[in-house]
């Protein structure tokens, strides 16, 4: 059976830091379910052979189990948690990196009708489903390929090229697809997120960022919430509020000038906001963060 091997495979090549000897594949282990944690999900495919997870971007919730797998096609705030990992019974995942310029290449020497019609507007930058049989298939070849060190150089590119093939023309297709489409709905959302990402601590005016993104403002925010489950604004406090997580873990003592770093001029809002995200205040939230130490957070099992 598929998922037998790919626990095993999983389970002797995992490593502190989950990654492998082949570029863009991880291999992660988890043996405690820890309260859910925000991180940011990448761009990524990621399969469970073992274990399950919940997670939840904006209003939405996504859980993924043995022998599903999930895509992610934009780097989004998301908030995860272990839902079955204990010692005797860890979570086992593998995960590969979604690269646009991959995705690009496909299409363009996929021949005419080799790939469903892409529907209009955005898809969901997050996506579950099923893993059908050709696709754990393809995965277990690509993990094997760690035991062969002659063969790996070689044929690690094909079947990573045969995954993504996979999902371009599977279930998930449309998220994955718009990937690789440089005017696609999801391409001018994920420019936004980009530029928000890096710009996260000014204030701006959506009607700026959709016409920088190259749409209109209604267009843009109707694509943009059904990309990321969120408004841009929504989004930038999002990405503030872990940006100032990550400060106060280094920085515990100085909570006021983390807020003003991370753009929120009135410490009180920032402690507001701050403990409603994350269910403590400011600093006791950063004495808590020095105490514990959580698996990763994102899409990854």
Known sequence: MPLEELRTLLARHVRPDWTTAIDGVLVSKVDRSD??????????????????????LGDRIYEYSPGQFLVASV???????????????????????????AVAELLLQAGPGDTPRTGAGAPSGIAVSDAPPALLDAVVRLLRLLDEPRDRAVLAPLVKREILWRLITGEQGAT?????????????????????????A?????????????????????????VTAMSPIQFQKQIRLQEAR????????????VGQRV????PSQFSREYRRRFGAPPSR?????????????????
């Open 202 to 226: 000014q204030p701006f005016r959506v009607e700026d960022v959709a016409r920088m993104s190259g749409m209109s403002p209604s267009a843009f925010y109707r694509n943009f919430q059904a």
């Open 35 to 56: 309260p859910p944690t925000p991180s940011m999900s990448g761009m990524v495919l990621a399969v469970i052979a073992q274990g399950a997870k919940r997670l939840a």
């Open 285 to 301: 939230d950063a004495a808590r963060l020095r105490d514990a130490v959580r698996a990763p957070a994102g899409v990854l099992p």
């Open 246 to 257: 990550l400060l106060l873990a280094t920085h515990p003592g100085d909570v006021t000038g």
């Open 75 to 101: 780097d989004l705030p998301v908030t995860g948690q272990f839902t079955r990992a204990d010692p005797g019974h860890p979570a086992l995942g593998f995960g590969l990196t979604l690269e646009p310029s």
């Open 176 to 200: 994955v697809r718009q990937l690789g489409l440089a005017d696609s709905s999801l391409s001018h959302v994920s420019r936004a997120v980009r530029w928000i990402r890096e710009n996260y």
């Open 263 to 266: 753009g929120y001029d009135n």
